[in-house]
């Protein structure tokens, strides 16, 4: 649930509250404030592997290239 500041009219995310989603992966603000302090976390990088499949491997369908996400990996 988002709450307004008082000195603003920009929502107030909690670290759960949806930041962005992007097809199967939603970033939340936890993430994001992680990227802030040079720290990727397990969803960030499962986003940009989804960004790269859906955007920049889809040019080269003949190429074979499987992306493991890290919830696979371990």
Known sequence: MSSFSANSSIPQLSPDDAYLSYYDIRLTREDVDTLKNDW???NTIAFWQEYLERESLAQYPSSN????RPSMAF
Request: hydrophobic letters at 70%; a negative charge; glycine letters at 0%.
């Open 40 to 42: 990727l976390t397990d």
């Open 65 to 68: 290239i499987v992306l493991l």
